[in-house]
T-cell receptor
């Protein structure tokens, strides 16, 4: 399977704990995006990387959230001191943006987080 | 502020009927408009996309109609099937930037 993969698929944690999610993009893709999706809503942009550089962060991304893409391949999203409001599906998408081409984002299956 | 407004929130269609989902935007910098299909527990999957230099794009039973002057675009699903039952999201982006998604339409196709 050469699609976007995410791990874990489900995570249940207690309020105040830290959690980390991993995303493995399609191998030749240079862009990687993190989104958050709550029930009945569309994905909301959190942040994105081009190679290892984090180019943009949403205002939704509080200082409890941090994302890394150390070698321009996989990425991690960490949430510190989780709150019940962090419960959501966290989606990763990757794309290959080349000059003159149209970017298409391919999504992973998501990590569903439940904070008790 | 919702950058892309999508309607209806839910839609019920008989098998063989036409499903129509509408989206509107304000940002004239948007130049790529994809539609995604999402099944429960899965990530969104690209269905079809259009650029504003064309008014219509068709792929199989799926058609996007685009009205640049009205800043509206819609998805038409012809001959709707029960397997099309899913949530559909429109999105828009200025090329090379983040995607803005609509709030989704839950489609149910009744056999």
């Amino acid at each position: 399977d050469t699609g976007v993969s995410q791990d874990p698929r489900h995570k249940i944690t207690k309020r105040g704990q830290n959690v980390t999610f991993r995303c493995d993009p399609i191998s030749e893709h240079n862009r990687l995006y993190w989104y958050r999706q709550t029930l009945g809503q569309g994905p909301e942009f959190l942040t994105y990387f081009q190679n290892e550089a984090q180019l943009e962060k949403s205002r939704l991304l509080s200082d409890r959230f941090s994302a890394e893409r150390p070698k321009g391949s996989f990425s991690t999203l960490e949430i510190q001191r989780t709150e019940q409001g962090d419960s959501a599906m966290y989606l990763c998408a990757s794309s290959s943006l080349t000059s003159g081409a149209q970017e298409t984002q391919y999504f992973g299956p998501g990590t569903r987080l439940l904070v008790l | 502020q919702q950058q892309v407004k999508q309607s209806p929130q839910s839609l019920i269609v008989q098998k063989g009927g036409i499903s129509i989902i509408n989206c509107a935007y304000e940002n004239t910098a948007f130049d790529y408009f994809p539609w995604y299909q999402q099944f429960p527990g899965k990530g969104p999957a690209l269905l079809i996309a259009i650029r504003p230099d064309v008014s219509e794009k068709k792929e199989g039973r799926f058609t996007i109609s685009f009205n640049k002057s009205a800043k509206q675009f819609s998805l038409h699903i012809m001959d709707s099937q029960p397997g099309d039952s899913a949530t559909y999201f429109c999105a828009a982006t200025p090329t090379g930037n983040q995607f803005y998604f609509g709030t989704g339409t839950s489609l149910t196709v009744i056999p």
